[in-house]
């Protein structure tokens, strides 16, 4: 999943371009972009520290409980878990609703009427938006459920849906412009501004990174699997290192084709499709192409969203064996063939209630994404924050270290990643009123009341109990030895 994430940035980039076109024009977002590219390395380097130090499975809410030592770890442990759930179940509501957005344009290209108009601000439309993203939903839940064999089949077609995504977008894609409305010259590129948010001309500016940010992150995923990797104290850390290197080395000159294929900012205005890249698409490539680069993206995203939910249930997989969530027991069982169906499942029936977002908002999208994002990036300003505080020093000398650099490191992820939280909870559009609210605010403080009452709720000697039963005396020495201080230098040994 960590490997496909990174190499899909071609979706994600393009979900979220709209929202990043419109927040400050090109001259914000590809300056945005190069911010986050180097800031999200930094963060990747302080957490893949601690992931050496302790390569286990469930990743962030295990490192966070690390961090925060004795007395507080525990707590921190039931709270990062919550978030990590709702990072991944959101993910996945995002991701069917971008699929939704992709398949409804058709109805912009080939001017079909919809009672009010085919506009998140027409209810009717909404409602429409809900119902097949719950379908989709409902395809990516079924095919996690399919026996072991038969599912394997998705993980070959994503090589090959990754591979005709990227031929068709660098080469295709600038061909077309070039036959059609032309290249922007590089004036529009770095230079022009825009505001379609309504908010001033600083803070519109700002928002440009809630694109950029979403684009960027999750390369922890790595560190999800890190008990089924060989070394994993050395190669988890730099697979996530090197995931987020990658994604942003794929993603800047990336964006910057796009901004020079993109059409001018008078006429994107103008462009009225949910998915801004099928009107962009259809200008350049006529009805015909963009009918085959939108089929692309839908099965890309199909793809995507199925291989989340396949990682999204062995974390949840991993937390209800650990004792933290509602219902754990149940969670956390495995079926005949040793799959976590349950958590599926789960994940099914709580990306299902997210998806109710999109009927009473009107940037119920960009709600689910801010949900999505907020979780993680909380989780990777404070795991460091944690380290600062509670274990100084305690996992600057793993496998993987970021040597004299690692406190300064920390201190950047912590102001970084705390900036970027305030940008995911503001409001997209201005002024604000109940339909354009932004839920990931009330998401998000209400999943973090959610782990703090589970912590005083599950009983103590419940928390790990999984890692009691594990036959596993280095990985257990390892972990053991964070919380008692240990030389972590010796155990890495």
């Not at 072991?148 to 005709?164: H, V």
């Not at 004792?323 to 789960?346: E, T």
């Not at 940008?423 to 703090?452: H, K, M, R």
Request: aromatic share 14%.
């Amino acid at each position: 999943m960590a490997a496909f994430g990174s190499l899909y940035v071609v979706g994600g980039a393009r979900i979220l371009y709209s929202i990043g076109i419109y927040s400050g024009g090109p001259a914000a977002l590809w300056s945005s972009m190069l911010i986050t590219a180097v800031f999200s390395c930094i963060t990747a380097a302080s957490i893949a520290e601690i992931c050496s130090a302790l390569p286990t499975s469930g990743s962030l809410f295990h490192w966070a409980s690390e961090a925060g030592g004795k007395r507080w770890g525990r707590f921190f442990g039931f709270v990062v878990a919550f978030w990590t759930t709702t990072a991944w179940t959101s993910f996945v509501a995002s991701n069917n609703q971008a699929t939704t957005n992709f398949l409804l344009s058709e109805l912009t290209v080939f001017n079909v009427y919809f009672p009010g108009g085919v506009d998140y601000s027409n209810v009717k439309f909404r409602v429409l938006v809900w119902a097949v993203s719950e379908g989709f939903l409902f395809l990516a839940i079924a095919s996690n459920l399919l026996p072991p064999n038969k599912f394997s089949f998705i993980f070959k077609a994503s090589a090959l849906i990754i591979g005709l995504d990227f031929l068709l977008t660098f080469i295709w894609l600038p061909i077309g412009v070039s036959k059609t409305y032309g290249f922007q010259d590089a004036a529009f590129v770095f230079t022009s501004q825009y505001n379609g948010t309504g908010a001033s001309s600083g803070w519109n500016w700002v928002l440009s990174f809630l694109s950029t940010s979403g684009v960027l992150t999750g390369w922890d995923a790595s560190g999800h699997i890190a008990e089924e990797t060989k070394d994993a104290s050395l190669a988890s850390a730099r697979g996530m290192f090197w995931a987020a290197v990658t994604t942003s080395v794929l993603a800047f000159p990336l964006l910057i084709m796009f901004l020079f294929c993109s059409p001018s900012l008078d006429v994107l205005s103008e462009l009225d499709a949910p998915q801004v890249f099928v009107s962009i698409y259809q200008l350049a490539l006529g009805k015909g192409g963009q009918m085959v680069m939108t089929i692309v993206a839908i099965v890309g995203l199909l793809i995507n969203t199925s291989l989340a939910t396949t990682a999204a249930s062995r974390l949840i997989f991993g937390i209800a064996r650990d004792g933290i969530l509602p219902g754990s027991k149940w969670i956390g069982k495995a079926d005949a063939n040793g799959q976590p169906r349950n958590a599926v499942i789960f994940i099914g029936i709580v990306s299902a209630l997210l998806l109710l977002t999109i009927i009473p908002s009107t940037v119920a999208f960009t709600s689910l994404v801010s949900a999505g994002a907020v979780p993680t990036i909380a989780a990777y300003a404070l795991i460091p924050l944690l380290r600062l505080v509670f274990t100084p020093g305690q996992f600057s000398h793993a496998k993987w270290s970021c040597g004299r650099w690692s406190t300064l490191f920390c201190v950047i992820a912590v102001v970084w990643n705390t900036f970027l939280l305030c940008v995911l909870f503001s409001p997209y559009e201005w002024p604000v009123n109940a339909q354009d609210f932004n839920f990931s605010c009330v998401i998000f403080g209400a999943v973090t009341i959610f782990g703090i009452v589970s912590y005083n709720v599950v009983p103590e000697e419940a928390w790990l109990a999984r890692r009691a039963g594990l036959k596993e005396p280095a990985r257990e020495g390892v972990t053991q030895a964070a919380i008692d201080g240990t030389d972590l230098d010796k155990l890495n040994t």
